[in-house]
């Protein structure tokens, strides 16, 4: 098994990765910011089990087969960007009044809390989905992670099933606090009809120009 050092590197490795942007970290903060941290926190949940599937991959050996088909790679990456696609459509599409104005505007339409929103499992969904059709964070993990695997220490298919366990500790810890403070913070705009609406429209645009990006990636 790995060497408490090289754990400990890995971790600090994986920790700097999280904060660096990214599209599973935009994803967060913005769905966060706009249903509130705990449905940013289904979401981190969400990615952490597609870390388990990429993590996975890589250690039977998947993750190599897949990386070398074009096909397979272009499929998948036309089902994230249209799942993308999908959310941003319904970001635009959100309700932005706020209950309680005496404005015209505001009146009709409830908050988003008391508006037919998606569930924690649905949130949940929503980060695995975001995550496993994204191609290139597989051959990221399969570049990655056998990196730090030493044969010498042991089968190198139960190395990596650690290092993606310390991987997804450190993307919940990162990601979970990215999720409560852009909740926290999305709060605030969230008691305006017009700051809801903004978000609402920097939601979609943001889902949009990550969709264009996945869908124009290449291996």
């Known amino acids: ?20 942007p990214g599209p599973d970290n935009l994803f967060v903060l913005l769905q966060s910011a ?16 597609g870390i388990i599937g990429h993590t996975t991959a890589v ?5 190599a087969v897949f990386a070398a088909s074009e096909i397979a790679f272009d499929a998948l990456k036309w089902c994230g960007a249209a799942y993308l696609a999908y ?9 932005a009044g706020v209950q309680g104005s005496g404005d015209e505007e505001q009146q009709p339409a409830a908050p ?17 989905v975001m995550n496993l059709t994204n191609p290139k964070v597989l051959i990221f ?8 695997t030493n044969p010498a220490l042991g089968p190198v298919a139960a190395q990596i099933f ?13 990601f979970g606090a990215i999720a409560v403070f852009s909740g926290v913070f999305g709060n605030l705009l969230l008691r ?21 990006k996945l869908a124009t990636s290449q291996r």
């Open 112 to 128: 988003a809390q008391d508006a037919p929103a998606p569930g924690f499992a649905r949130m949940v969904m929503r980060g695995v």
């Open 59 to 63: 250690a039977l050996g998947l993750a």
């Open 34 to 49: 706009q249903r509130g941290w705990r449905m940013g926190i289904a979401v981190v949940v969400g990615l952490c089990i």
């Open 1 to 20: 098994m790995p060497t408490v050092q090289t754990l400990l590197t890995f971790f600090g490795v994986a920790v700097l990765l999280g904060l660096s």
């Open 87 to 95: 959310l941003a459509w319904g970001a635009w599409r959100a309700p």
């Open 141 to 148: 993990f399969l570049a990655f992670l056998p990196q730090f």
């Open 162 to 174: 650690v290092f993606g366990a310390v991987f997804i500790v450190a993307t919940f810890l990162v």
């Open 192 to 212: 305006s009809a017009r700051g809801r609406r903004w978000l609402n429209r920097i939601t979609a645009v943001v889902f949009v120009g990550l969709a264009v």
